[in-house]
């Protein structure tokens, strides 16, 4: 019999369409764009057998496109076939189209596998000091910018790099299935990725971003394969997907301790709304890389099932930056070693020259309408001494524990402030009582 998540899903889905002809959505920050002109992988030598490497075929077709400038951009459609390929670069104005059955595949050669600089706002890479691996498909400075199709895959085929990882071989940070450094106006949608080597999705220093309809899959073992982590960028929507990886589902990030601050980009206006999955670490994060700031974050509908923690907001002494106005409704979980944890103690250092008196603000934290099942423990809310979290906020709160357990383990909190209503179990006693939600939001 299919978990209680999924009937609860059905029965969202069933409500999103009777209260409205369309679903709210925040994608019409980027229109979707036509392109008059298409070519095909196909005319510049793409062979999809799984075992001819089409680099030259990527690389001349999309300097094609780079070059003749067509009115309107140009779609490269990618036929049925696994097309085996090494990392390549993206170019404006341009859509790359997966048909049905279509596969692009990474080769697995690590050794001669292009390197880049650090993200300035890292310092170094976040896996290993210097530089890092170049993403799988990548894209720097560029716009206007379409991954889509009927549902086609991208395979990062990420094993062997999770293999150098767990023996500790690996010389740089592995690569990101897909970035965009410095781009705007960026449409992601209808595609399936998998196996990602580490991070899936990763925007940086971008703008006006939709990722939507999406399906994005990796072993629960595989390390450091989160979803999606829109970072230092702004004007984010991330809607109606699946997403079942080894690390975080969702995670806002803005840079790390001292570089991060030097550097100064936050991240701002993202949506995050109508996802569902499963990991073993979080299901929406922010952090705990936010030294560049992190504001004004909305997360809805949201669906969880067997997770490490459901909302995790996360950050260290030595981030500083800060955490703020940020609202989590209407949350579903199922199986959760812990349901909700606001923390100032997670997270490591790129290197022993972080400022420790550079402490992170936390404030404008509100979580409503949230419900989990089979929740170990209820929630954590743990500040910093120095640097108290406030204004949090937390109503109408359900977290049940297991079966034939009386009772969930109670709240844990430290320097903390805010209010709550309709907390079950009740809050820890550092957050006041509010007579309802209103004053609760307010305080």
Not at 329 to 350: C, L
Request: aromatic share 10%; hydrophobic share 35%; proline share 6%.
């Amino acid at each position: 019999m299919p978990p209680l998540w999924f009937f609860l899903s059905v029965f969202l889905s069933l409500s999103y369409a009777s209260t409205a002809t369309e679903p709210v959505t925040c994608s019409g920050i980027v229109p979707m764009k036509y392109r008059y002109d298409r070519i095909s992988i196909a005319d510049f030598g793409g062979v999809g057998d799984g075992v001819t490497v089409n680099t030259k075929a990527f690389r001349a077709a999309i300097y094609r496109i780079q070059h003749l400038h067509r009115r309107g951009g140009t779609l490269l459609y990618i036929p049925p076939g696994v097309y085996l390929t090494e990392s390549f670069n993206l170019t404006s104005r341009m859509t790359l189209y997966l048909a049905r059955g279509a596969v692009i595949k990474a080769t697995q050669d690590t050794k001669n596998w292009p390197l880049i600089a650090p993200l300035p706002s890292y310092g170094r890479g976040r896996e290993r000091p210097g530089g890092r691996y170049v993403s799988f498909i990548h894209g720097d400075g560029i716009h206007d910018v379409v991954i889509t199709g009927e549902n086609g895959t991208i395979d990062g085929q990420g094993d062997v790099w999770w293999n150098m990882w767990r023996q500790r071989t690996l010389q740089f940070t592995r690569p990101n299935l897909i970035e965009f450094i410095n781009s705007k106006n960026i449409i992601i949608s209808n595609v399936i990725f998998q196996n990602s080597p580490f991070w899936n999705i990763h925007p940086v220093y971008s703008s006006n971003i939709v990722v939507r309809y999406v399906t994005i899959l990796a072993p629960a073992d595989s390390p450091n394969t989160d979803g999606i982590d829109p970072d230092s960028s702004f004007n984010v929507c991330i809607e109606d997907s699946y997403i079942s990886t080894g690390d975080d589902l969702v995670a806002v990030k803005s840079g790390w301790d001292q570089y991060g601050i030097a550097y100064g980009r936050p991240s701002s206006d993202i949506t995050i709304r109508r996802i569902r999955g499963s990991s073993p670490f979080a299901g929406i994060a922010v952090g705990s890389e936010t030294s560049g700031g992190v504001e004004n974050v909305f997360v809805d509908h949201i669906n969880l099932y067997n997770v490490g923690v459901g909302i995790h907001i996360k950050t260290n002494i030595g981030r500083g930056g800060f955490i703020r106005n940020i609202t989590v409704s209407n949350v579903y979980m199922e199986k959760a070693r812990k349901g909700i944890k606001i923390a100032g103690d997670v997270g490591d250092h790129p290197d022993n020259n972080y400022n420790p008196n550079a402490l992170p603000v936390v404030k404008g934290i509100t979580l409503t309408d949230i419900w989990g099942i089979q929740v170990l423990q209820a929630g954590l809310i743990q500040g910093l001494k120095n640097s108290p979290f406030t204004g949090i906020c937390l109503s109408n709160i359900n977290l049940h524990g297991m079966p034939g357990i009386s009772r969930t383990p109670p709240w844990k909190c430290s320097d903390v402030s805010g209010a709550a209503h309709l907390v079950s179990p009740i809050q820890c006693s550092e957050l006041t009582s509010a007579q309802h939600a209103t004053s609760c939001s307010n305080y």
